[in-house]
């Protein structure tokens, strides 16, 4: 009997000494810099349609598609614009001929903006913004001839 007294004396001090109670705890650190930046991801190319005279290729006309460009700023001081390109990078003979292009955009998100001329800047807030961006190229003289085109949009985050 003392023996067992003994062992059961010995399990309970043993079971004491690593009793939670005893438990070290601390705090580990995470740290992070974010710096500033704004980030542009294009999400769908465009394509432009003719009008009805094939006098205009355009993303808003019927089978036109707009491009879906977003922009992640993490900084308080960027704006977006674009430039609409001079000419086609690929056209068949005559497509580049009496030409001018536009662009245009508008936006949703972190920063909201109507319908506006490329080449205007537009003050951006901090977050996501979808930015539908549409070109529009317009033979001032003939129409546009057969065959494949094609062009950049530039778009600014500066």
Same mark, same amino acid.
């Given at each position: 009997?003392?023996?067992?007294?003994?062992?059961?004396?010995?399990?309970?001090?043993?079971?004491?000494?690593?009793?939670?109670?005893?438990?070290?705890?601390?705090?580990?650190?995470?740290?992070? /810099?974010?710096?500033? @930046?704004?980030?542009? *991801?294009? +999400? #769908?190319?465009?394509? $432009?349609?003719?009008?009805?005279?094939? !006098? =205009?290729?355009?993303?808003?006309?019927?089978?036109?598609?707009?491009?879906?460009?977003?922009?992640?700023?993490?900084?308080?001081?960027?704006?977006?614009?674009?430039?609409?390109?001079?000419?086609?990078?690929?056209?068949?003979?005559?497509?580049?001929?009496?030409?001018?292009?536009?662009?245009?955009?508008?936006? /949703?998100?972190?920063? @909201?903006?109507?319908? *506006?001329? +490329? #080449?205007?800047?537009? $003050?951006?807030?901090?977050?996501?913004? !979808? =930015?539908?961006?549409?070109?529009?190229?317009?033979?001032?003289?003939?129409?546009?001839?057969?065959?494949?085109?094609?062009?950049?949009?530039?778009?600014?985050?500066?």
């Amino acid at each position: 009997m003392r023996i067992a007294a003994a062992l059961l004396l010995m399990m309970t001090a043993s079971s004491a000494l690593s009793s939670p109670t005893d438990a070290a705890t601390t705090s580990v650190p995470f740290t992070s /810099t974010v710096l500033s @930046t704004c980030v542009l *991801t294009v +999400g #769908t190319p465009g394509v $432009l349609a003719p009008n009805s005279d094939y !006098t =205009v290729l355009d993303s808003q006309e019927a089978g036109g598609t707009s491009s879906i460009v977003t922009v992640t700023s993490t900084g308080a001081s960027y704006s977006v614009s674009t430039d609409a390109p001079s000419s086609f990078n690929v056209a068949p003979t005559g497509g580049n001929d009496n030409l001018t292009f536009e662009a245009s955009y508008q936006g /949703t998100g972190a920063t @909201t903006i109507g319908s *506006t001329l +490329g #080449t205007v800047s537009t $003050l951006l807030g901090l977050g996501l913004t !979808t =930015v539908t961006l549409d070109l529009k190229a317009t033979k001032s003289t003939g129409v546009f001839p057969q065959g494949a085109y094609t062009t950049e949009v530039v778009v600014r985050c500066e």
